[in-house]
């Protein structure tokens, strides 16, 4: 089973500050890693996949990047509505496994 | 417009069963893979289960191995979790996905989720 660590577990940033979160796999997940925003008592929304690749409607200040075992999700100026818990995703091999999440407070 | 919507969670004793549904429109349901995905209360994601189109590939996470049955029923647009030989760790919400259609195995498109709690 490929682990995916999260870190930080939690950011403290202001509003338009850069968030940098980190994704590492216990073995490669070559590119297919995705990346995920989650909101209380919402379902997850899927933002990045396949390490860089924004999915439908995410804005341009989301980017993924990275390959195998390392991965990054930056945002690059934080909006009020960006403060949530992500989750990184890969789905090179079974089981489909998340990362633990990293929580994006003011 | 693409929804899913989960049904059939609720309360049950360890060691019960429970079926959950998910509903699927706005999408031709037979042309993709589906999975299940749950989240314990405060935890984390957990991919439970995975069904290819024709329910010809089938995937479980070890955590449910034996003990979870996952079908659909393409005529009914319809995905099923059967769950038996519940386990308190089971109690979580239970969403039903559709990947992006870019990609494989990566979740677009989630239902609002059903809250299974096992507990006696």
């Known amino acids: 089973e490929i682990v995916l660590t999260q870190s930080p577990a939690t950011l403290s940033l202001s509003p338009g500050e850069r968030a940098t979160l980190s994704c590492r796999a216990s073995q490669t997940a070559r590119s297919y890693l995705a990346w995920y925003q989650q909101k209380p008592g919402q379902a997850p929304r899927l933002l990045i996949y396949?390490?860089?690749n924004r999915a439908t409607g995410i804005p341009a200040r989301f980017s993924g990047s990275g390959s195998g075992t390392d991965f990054t999700l930056t945002i690059s100026s934080l909006e009020p509505e960006d403060f949530a818990v992500y989750y990184c995703?890969?789905?090179?091999?079974?089981?489909?496994?998340f990362g633990g999440g990293t929580k994006v407070e003011i | 417009e693409v929804q899913l919507v989960e049904s059939g969670g609720g309360l049950v004793q360890p060691g019960g069963s429970l079926r959950l549904s998910c509903a699927a429109s706005g999408f031709t349901f037979s042309n993709y893979q589906m999975n299940w995905v749950r989240q314990a209360p405060g935890k984390g994601l957990e991919w439970v289960s995975y069904i290819d189109e024709s329910s010809y590939k089938i995937q479980y996470a070890d955590s449910v191995k034996g003990r979870f049955t996952v079908s659909r029923d393409n005529a009914r647009n319809s995905l099923y979790l059967q769950m038996n030989s519940l386990r308190v760790e089971d109690t979580a919400v239970y969403y039903c996905?559709?990947?992006?259609?870019?990609?494989?195995?990566?979740?677009?498109?989630w239902g609002q989720g059903t809250l299974v709690t096992v507990s006696s």
């Open positions: 396949d390490t860089s």
């Open positions: 995703q890969q789905r090179s091999a079974w089981p489909l496994t």
């Open positions: 996905a559709r990947r992006h259609d870019g990609t494989l195995h990566q979740f677009q498109h």
